[in-house]
């Protein structure tokens, strides 16, 4: 059990460093080749088109050629996403994008179908969610060591850099490979009209179906919460941007307890269905409280709501994935996981320019919040009180 948890963990890590690499390079890369850094959004919602893609022919793809083969490919794709940033174009840079997405998305998928294999049924929400703190170390790595890289080596040496440890990592995951991968079935086809499979397979199970809807909205109520926070205590509450990115920092770190916290809430004492919509009254509330933020709150009270956001709004995702698959038959927890992906991506696409959308509007980042924390909070009662019927499912033990 520690061999797939310890490969899965620091394949999460590293394609999420990819993936956070441009954003933090933004302001020295921008600066060299003359565009805007705040293009960067542009970049990452690039990016998360193409995992919303590459998602759906995860589960084809693991079948075939096995979930560590995907995760190596994936590594691959996104070190060499990094080296296509380098060359500086717009159109060079849009493709980058596109190609680091299209590696990060099937791995959560591959991570899914071996830790359900190798995870007993009790442990499922704690093994899930310590292999999601992956996405946030992986941000911790990024903003921790690439710029000291872009310092010593230049931007473009520091995504070269990220991009080789990508390469290295796939290198070092080929000994467990044979092991890992010996239910793949090599003759397995993989066809467009199999990319559409798990969409397919999601609204044939009504309990993933819905899952799969509210990840659409937690997604971007998370994305919201990282991208916006540091603009929003410093243009509406005044406060320096080193002290906005120490609350933001509080709130990742929160996320990372979180998500070990509610995994073990969700295999001991709550139903983790229960345990989503507890999490998602909570980060509406949180939401709604930032909305409420000005000059005068004192920074511990700012902190300690942000606090509880990061843990709630990041915490979620291995509640959630743990959930998926458990309900999912046996050897389909990484189509299922993929096919509800699509969904979370789409969210996380849409919600940060929604957001955005409305605070040009409004002119107010309040409003976006509490508007984002109303839906939020909507969703915990669709959690909580709607009940679908298992047509189709599995046992009612998952």
Not at 22 to 34: I, N, Q, R, T, W
Not at 303 to 319: E, K
Request: charged share 10%.
């Amino acid at each position: 059990m520690v061999i797939p948890l310890a490969t899965t963990l620091a394949v999460q890590a590293l394609v999420s460093m990819a993936a956070l690499t441009a954003p933090v390079l933004a302001p020295e890369a921008g600066a060299a080749l003359g565009v805007p850094a705040t293009l960067v959004g542009v970049f990452v919602a690039l990016i998360y088109v193409g995992a919303m893609l590459s998602s759906l022919a995860a589960g084809d793809l693991v079948g075939r050629f096995g979930a560590i083969r995907v995760s190596q490919v994936c590594l691959l794709l996104c070190g060499a996403g990094l080296a296509l940033t380098t060359m500086g174009s717009a159109p060079i840079m849009a493709a980058s994008a596109l190609l680091i997405g299209v590696g990060y998305g099937p791995v959560t998928p591959a991570s899914s179908h071996i830790l359900a294999r190798t995870t007993p049924p009790h442990l499922m929400g704690f093994m899930f969610s310590l292999k999601q703190t992956g996405v946030p170390i992986g941000g911790a790595l990024a903003g921790g060591l690439v710029p000291g890289a872009a310092l010593i080596w230049g931007w473009q040496g520091a995504a070269l850099a990220v991009g080789g440890a990508c390469l290295l990592t796939a290198v070092l995951a080929q000994p467990i490979r044979a092991g890992f991968d010996a239910d793949r079935d090599p003759v397995r086809r993989v066809s467009l009209a199999g990319v559409f499979r798990p969409l397919r397979m999601v609204f044939a199970y009504p309990r993933i179906r819905d899952l799969a809807f509210c990840t659409f909205f937690l997604g971007a109520m998370q994305l919201c919460l990282t991208t916006y926070l540091v603009t929003y205590l410093t243009t509406a509450c005044g406060m320096p941007l080193v002290t906005a990115g120490l609350v933001l920092a509080l709130a990742q770190g929160a996320g990372i307890a979180g998500r070990l916290v509610w995994g073990l809430v969700a295999d001991r004492w709550l139903q983790p269905r229960r345990v989503l919509s507890l999490l998602a009254f909570a980060m509406g509330g949180c939401a709604v409280l930032t909305a409420a933020f000005d000059p005068a709150w004192p920074l511990i009270a700012v902190s300690a709501v942000s606090v509880l956001f990061g843990a709630t709004a990041i915490g979620w995702n291995g509640v959630y994935l743990a959930e998926v698959a458990r309900l999912a038959p046996a050897g389909q927890a990484g189509v299922l996981t993929g096919g509800t992906l699509f969904f979370t991506y789409f969210g996380v696409v849409a919600g940060p320019p929604a957001f955005a959308a409305l605070v040009s509007v409004t002119g107010s980042f309040a409003t976006g919040y509490a508007a984002i924390g109303a839906v939020i909070i909507l969703v915990g009662f669709a959690l909580a009180f709607v009940r679908p019927r298992p047509v189709g499912e599995c046992s009612e033990a998952g």
